[in-house]
T-cell receptor
Framework: DAKTTQPNSMESNEEEPVHLPCNHSTISGTDYIHWYRQLPSQGPEYVIHGLTSNVNNRMASLAIAEDRKSSTLILHRATLRDAAVYYCILRGPLGAQKLVFGQGTRLTINP | EAGVAQSPRYKIIEKRQSVAFWCNPISGHATLYWYQQILGQGPKLLIQFQNNGVVDDSQLPKDRFSAERLKGVDSTLKIQPAKLEDSAVYLC??????????????FGEGSRLTVL
């Protein structure tokens, strides 16, 4: 399974943008970049995924480097409810493939 | 739409006892996963089912853990006998069997096991 590297923790302030980095230098051409987050005492939840182009949805934006060796999850205006562990995961092209979680980044939001 | 249901939410047992966790996936989801999450770590896949067949159980400690998915719907994960290191949250997830990489995983809230 291709690996990702994320900072252990990050801190930001409420109502400010947050940029969560992820390095995946060994990504293969068919790997998708997925982001999940885990709020306290809950199971992980899907945030966003992409292959080559930048992606936007109601939760976040995903910026993917041109060489695909890194990506950044962007929360445009963080709220206290965004405090969670964020996981960047590489996943093969088939829909039923498993997710392999790393340690993730623990995001703290200051009021 | 109802989410992934798991029970019990909490369980405390003594080592060498047995325990079982139940999962009801989202209706129509063909793929079901059991993950183990030890405190401070990311979830680790134990077993993956597609319908009622096992796709991947390479990280399931088969000497003490077992799982089944009868009729391709509900699933049960059993630990017998439990060890102290089995203390963790057991997460169930399901996903639809769709086309190219659209199989978002939906997780339940998990079952927290404490082994004393």
């Amino acid at each position: 399974d291709a690996k990702t590297t994320q900072p252990n923790s990050m801190e930001s302030n409420e109502e400010e943008p947050v940029h969560l980095p992820c390095n995946h230098s060994t990504i293969s051409g068919t790997d998708y970049i997925h982001w999940y987050r885990q709020l306290p005492s809950q199971g992980p939840e899907y945030v966003i995924h992409g292959l080559t182009s930048n992606v936007n949805n109601r939760m976040a934006s995903l910026a993917i480097a041109e060489d695909r060796k890194s990506s950044t999850l962007i929360l445009h205006r963080a709220t206290l409810r965004d405090a969670a562990v964020y996981y960047c995961i590489l996943r093969g092209p088939l829909g039923a493939q498993k997710l392999v979680f790393g340690q993730g980044t623990r995001l703290t939001i200051n009021p | 739409e109802a989410g992934v249901a798991q029970s019990p939410r909490y369980k405390i047992i003594e080592k060498r006892q047995s325990v079982a966790f139940w999962c009801n996936p989202i209706s129509g989801h063909a793929t079901l996963y059991w993950y183990q999450q030890i405190l401070g770590q990311g979830p680790k896949l134990l077993i993956q089912f597609q319908n009622n067949g096992v796709v991947d159980d390479s990280q399931l400690p088969k000497d003490r853990f077992s799982a089944e998915r009868l009729k391709g719907v509900d699933s049960t994960l059993k630990i017998q006998p439990a060890k102290l290191e089995d203390s963790a949250v057991y997460l169930c997830a399901s996903s639809p069997l769709t086309g190219l990489n659209t199989g978002e995983l939906f997780f339940g809230e998990g079952s927290r096991l404490t082994v004393l």
